[in-house]
Structure formats: structure tokens, C-alpha cells
């Protein structure tokens, strides 16, 4: 277990990370691309990366090496580095590209830490609107924005009652799209679209549930800390705890209530 005091030093460094990567990231929402701001560039899997996030990724990456040197980081642009260290940062610096580079302000930077195989910080931060989310272990979720609010996950205890969100029905094989669309039709309401920016709305209380797949560990591991510091749960389809090995199937609920039903749902 990490000392309280590491732990506040922990949490400030991850601070510090967001707020640097914001700075390189605004200027490039909503800019017109040029010669030093290409268009947007696919990679291998068929998913968009800018400048934005190759810059914001090395800037956190210099960042977390100056203060500290024997952490692991492994981040979506850029991989791997120390992979024995005990703690690991995983990052992604835009997570919601697609909103990114269309001008929408729901991306978020995720900024998460590892402990072994336990995630034990994590920050969601919206560097437009000013949002930001922070989860570390054993303590409650903290909300910081313009808009007000407090984190505190919502105490809805039934599937019909629940409102449902997915980044988008997509992501989903015909198999989980099936799974999926049982959950839907049981749910008061879903909606779409959000990427991190939706499990910052669940620890806000403004959303109940959300079923995800293809999703990779650096889009997980820092929704963990927050979500569950607000009173949520965040587990796979199978209801087991999320690791580096999990299928890409996420399922997170606001009140460990919806978890069985909302399983069974995904079951079939």
C-alpha cells in the first residue's frame, strides 16, 4: 500500500502531466491543418492519431522520466518503456480522436497508474472545457470544472431506470452487438458517443451504465480509480476485474446493483 504522502506527490505529478499536455493540445482543436498541423494520419488499426496526440504523449513522456526515472510508461503513440519497472503510468492523450479532430469538446486525456496489476490513480481531463476528474485509491472521486457538480456515481438500482451510453454501436462484433442490444432495450434510455468523456459523466451521477468493447488498457486504467471513487464498479463482461490480458469488453455501472442484471443482459 502506498503511503498517503506518495501518494499526494503521485497525484500531482499526474496533475502536472495534464495540464502540460492541455497546453499542447489546444491549439490544435478546432485548427485549420497546414504544413506544421497535417491532416489527421491512420495507423495500422484503422483508428486516427494527429500531432496533437504524438506531442501531448512525449511531452507527458519527458515529464514523467524527469521526476520519476524508475516508473514504467506505457502510452498509446509511443509503447512501452521500462516494462519491469513496478509502477507503470499508461497513457492516451486524446482518447476520442474522432470527436477531436470534428471540433467536439467530449475527448478527454487519460492519465492512469499502475501498481502491479492494480490501477490506483487516474485522471479523465477535458483541456477545452476546463473539466477534470481524479481517482486515487482510497479516496473519493474529485471533480474539478465550470459547469459545477460534485462526483458521486447516481443510486439508480434498476436496469429500467438506468441510462445507457456507448462511444458508438461500431465498436461492437455481431456477437456483443446482440449482447449489446439486450441491454439497450432494457435500459430507460441510451445514448452515444463520449469515449472517457461518458465515464466522467457516470462518476458525475449523469449516466448509469455503460457497455463498451475493443477497448485497450490505456483506455481503461484510468477510469478505474475515478469511476470506483465515486461509488461505481468497473468490470468485463464476465464481471471480473479488468487486466493487460482482458478481452477489450467493458461494462461499468454507477450502482454495483445493475452490475448482476447488466451482466446477465450481456450474457444473452
Not at 183 to 208: H, K
Not at 213 to 240: C, M, Q
Request: proline share 7%.
Amino acid at each position: 500500500m502506498i503511503p498517503d504522502l506518495e501518494l499526494d506527490r503521485l497525484v500531482a505529478i499526474a496533475e502536472a502531466a495534464a495540464d502540460l499536455a492541455g497546453t499542447v493540445i489546444r491549439p490544435f482543436f478546432r485548427a485549420v491543418p497546414d504544413a506544421e498541423m497535417p491532416a489527421t494520419e491512420i495507423k495500422t488499426d484503422n483508428s486516427p492519431v494527429t500531432l496533437a496526440d504524438r506531442r501531448a504523449e512525449q511531452a507527458m513522456r519527458a515529464m514523467l522520466a524527469e521526476h520519476l526515472p524508475d516508473h514504467g510508461v506505457l502510452g498509446e503513440e509511443f509503447g512501452l518503456d521500462r516494462p519491469d519497472a513496478r509502477f507503470r503510468w499508461v497513457l492516451d492523450p486524446i482518447d476520442g480522436t474522432r470527436a477531436f479532430i470534428t471540433g467536439r469538446p467530449v475527448f478527454g486525456t487519460l492519465i492512469g497508474l499502475l501498481d502491479g496489476g492494480d490501477a490506483i490513480l487516474g485522471i479523465i481531463d477535458q483541456p477545452v472545457t476546463g473539466e477534470r476528474w481524479i481517482g486515487a485509491a482510497r479516496r473519493p472521486t474529485v471533480f474539478r470544472g465550470p459547469f459545477g457538480g460534485d462526483a458521486g456515481c447516481r443510486p439508480c438500482a434498476r436496469i429500467g431506470d438506468a441510462e445507457l451510453s456507448c462511444t458508438s454501436p461500431d465498436m461492437f462484433a455481431p456477437g456483443d452487438l446482440a449482447a449489446f442490444r439486450l441491454l439497450a432495450a432494457a435500459a430507460r434510455r441510451v445514448s452515444y458517443g463520449g469515449d472517457c468523456y461518458a465515464y466522467g459523466l457516470l462518476a458525475l451521477g449523469q449516466i448509469d451504465m455503460i457497455a463498451e468493447a475493443d477497448l485497450k488498457i490505456w483506455d481503461w486504467t484510468a477510469l478505474i480509480p475515478i469511476i470506483e471513487g465515486a461509488g461505481g464498479r468497473v468490470t468485463d463482461w464476465s464481471g471480473e476485474k479488468l487486466t493487460p490480458y482482458s478481452d477489450g469488453r467493458v461494462l461499468a455501472v454507477g450502482n454495483e446493483r445493475l452490475l448482476a442484471p447488466a451482466l446477465a443482459l450481456l450474457a444473452g
